[in-house]
């Protein structure tokens, strides 16, 4: 017994050429010329007349929705995560270089450690992003050839482009300024009563014990390479999306690790938002006597990064598959 080929019954859904014939697929041509266009309803149920993707103009506004609403999740994870991390890792510092705070003179290693506790915070705050916090880490992850950020884990990734990367950078920037913005206001009667202009933007921005453009551009390379190096390197155990692909406490360490041992010589911004946010914010907020903000070296502590984090990415490329 032959069953009966099921034809497409008179509708508004089908052309007024192909009433009475086997419905279109999708992905096949439009009707030829002279024929009804397919109506907006058939292009939107059922995909007619859509490209060969199947993809109607609704539901590419969709897809691009669910990125842009994705990418402000991350966007705002980056700027709080950065916030909290230059509040802590500065409030540290001025609770060692201000005068008549509990903490005065508490010495490098404390600021070395109080730096890691506020990665470690950082890091969890920003566990929906991947934590980047440092868009040293952002640019080496692309040298490293990342096609997504975010954590997939939650669901929430973003294709790597040139928008994604420009969100994560600002987001980080204006976190960094945030956060130096309220250490300020935590410490303001102290930054009043220090009369010394040096603990104030010391407080904000690194400075080299012994200033050489050239060889403190190397030190910054250099920290930041092991960094990035370190954290790309432990992601390929699993997914390197950022500083949360290594984990709170191990990525803390890791700091402290860099801050005892690499930091000596320019304090160790290793991460361009961490300097160039607070340098800013020391430049606009009415701190009494405060000087200046030393400008002619700002550029060390953000080019620096930047090189080592991208060498980071590619030497990673060449040097993993070999070591591990």
């Avoid at 997504?148 to 980080?172: C, K, M, R």
Wanted: overall charge positive; aromatic content about 10%.
């Amino acid at each position: 017994m032959h069953r009966r080929r099921r034809s497409t019954p008179p509708s508004t859904y089908a052309p007024s050429g192909a009433r009475g014939k086997s419905f279109p697929e999708i992905g096949e041509a439009p009707p030829q010329k002279g024929a009804r266009p397919f109506p907006a309803r058939a292009r939107r149920e059922y995909g007619v007349g859509c490209s060969a993707r199947g993809r109607g103009p609704r539901a590419q506004h969709e897809g691009w929705k669910v990125n842009v609403d994705t990418l402000w999740v991350l966007f705002f994870s980056e700027l709080v995560g950065t916030a909290m991390l230059v509040l802590l890792g500065c409030g540290v510092v001025a609770n060692v270089a201000l005068a008549k705070t509990k903490g005065f003179n508490g010495g490098f290693l404390m600021v070395t450690f109080g730096w890691g506790f506020a990665v470690f915070a950082a890091v969890i705050v920003a566990y929906a992003s991947g934590a980047h916090i440092n868009p040293a880490v952002t640019l080496g992850l692309v040298a490293n050839g990342a096609t997504e950020f975010g954590n997939a884990a939650l669901g929430l990734t973003v294709p790597v482009d040139f928008t994604s990367v420009l969100a994560y950078i600002v987001a980080q920037l204006i976190g960094a300024i945030v956060g130096a913005v309220i250490c300020w206001l935590a410490y303001k009667q102290h930054f009043d009563e220090e009369p010394d202009p040096a603990p104030k933007l010391g407080t904000f921005s690194t400075g080299p014990g012994i200033r050489n453009y050239a060889w403190n551009l190397i030190t910054e390379i250099i920290g930041t390479f092991v960094l990035v190096f370190v954290v790309i390197g432990f992601g390929r155990q699993g997914d390197a999306s950022g500083l949360a692909s290594l984990g709170a406490l191990p990525v803390a360490l890791l700091v402290v690790g860099i801050g005892v041992s690499l930091g000596g010589p320019t304090g160790y911004a290793i991460n361009p938002a961490r300097d160039l946010g607070p340098r800013i914010a020391h430049a606009f907020l009415p701190i009494r006597g405060k000087g200046g903000s030393d400008w002619s070296y700002s550029w060390v502590p953000v080019v620096g990064p930047i090189i080592g984090g991208l060498l980071a990415g590619w030497a990673a490329l060449v040097l993993l598959p070999v070591l591990t």
